[in-house]
């Protein structure tokens, strides 16, 4: 039976048109939710945009460099004017820059390097809660869910200094929104995937990812549907009293 718990939400995903956006695209729509697509690869986020459509879904998409304040303030003004005010954000896109199928060590990194990532995974995840925070906070509701990482909270030698960082970074950032707007009625969480078969897998050998599954309790890797679950738990009725918290999406892989 579908589950229609979103519906009459207006949800916006960023880097919808990759692995994990495109999947919890997918299921906000199954769930009954309106949703806007943000991505700065045009061809990938309007081709899902059409498959949806033609599937019966209310959906629109807009191009934006979600580490440009003024493209992500314009999209979100745009997806609000067709969809309705944008109650439940998905701050998913992010990189991990890799050099012939390995992380830069710190001390070759390009700081140009370090700037972009910091924009993406960390810059870009402000830049839409600043836009969009204005009207949660003032319909006294809102929903917030930031990707993380297990990355964000262990060493792992397949990522680099600006990726761990900025997905611990993420960490934090959420722990303060949700403190600061609790009181308006908005929960904000993070997710922290594990390895997760998408197209980010291939930047690294199958050595690497073989690793990671040996060391999985679970002994697999995840599916982007897995990931799409939790955040649409995250933001659902089913999860109105949690808040600030990190749920970790790895097969037990890097308990803590
Ligand atoms: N795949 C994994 O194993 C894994 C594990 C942990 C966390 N994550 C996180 O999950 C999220 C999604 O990862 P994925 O595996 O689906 O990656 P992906 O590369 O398949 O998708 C990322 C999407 O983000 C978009 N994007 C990148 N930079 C952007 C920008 N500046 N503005 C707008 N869009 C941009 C890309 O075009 C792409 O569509 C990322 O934040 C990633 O760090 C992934
Ligand atoms: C599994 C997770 C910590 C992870 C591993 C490797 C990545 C990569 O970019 O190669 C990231 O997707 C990352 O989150």
Redesign the pocket.
């Known amino acids: 039976m579908t589950n229609l718990r979103h519906s009459g939400r207006t949800v916006l995903i ?8 495109a999947s919890i695209a997918r299921l906000y729509c199954e769930e009954g939710a309106r949703v806007a697509l ?4 045009e061809q ?2 309007s081709e899902l945009s059409q498959q949806l459509s033609a599937a019966g879904h209310l959906v629109a998409w807009a191009k ?4 440009n304040f003024d493209q992500c303030s314009r999209a979100c003004a745009e997806l609000s004017e067709q969809l309705g005010p944008i109650d439940t954000l998905i701050n ?5 820059p890799k050099h012939q199928g390995a992380p830069a060590p710190i001390w070759e990194m390009d700081p140009l390097e370090w700037d972009r990532v910091v ?3 960390l810059t ?1 995840s402000f830049n839409l809660v600043r836009a969009l925070a204005p009207g949660m906070v003032e319909r006294r509701f809102g929903r917030i869910v930031n ?5 964000g909270s262990a060493f792992l030698p397949i990522v680099a200094a600006h ?1 761990s960082a900025t ?1 611990a970074a993420i960490i934090g950032f959420t722990r303060h929104l949700a403190g600061e707007l609790g009181p308006y009625g908005i929960t904000a969480n993070a997710l ?5 078969e ?4 291939k930047t690294v050998s199958a050595q690497a990812n073989q690793a990671v599954v040996n060391e999985t309790p679970l002994g697999r890797l995840g599916t ?1 549907l897995e ?1 799409a679950k939790a955040a649409c738990f995250l933001t659902s009725n089913d999860s109105d009293f949690i808040t600030g918290q990190v749920v970790d999406v790895a097969g037990g892989w890097l308990m803590r």
């Open positions: 960023t880097g919808a048109g990759g692995g994990i956006g943000v991505d700065f690869d990938s986020v934006a460099d979600v580490a998913n896109a992010g990189v991990s924009g993406i995974n870009g990707m993380s990482s297990v990355a990726y997905k922290a995937p594990g390895r997760i998408t197209p980010l897998l982007p990931v």
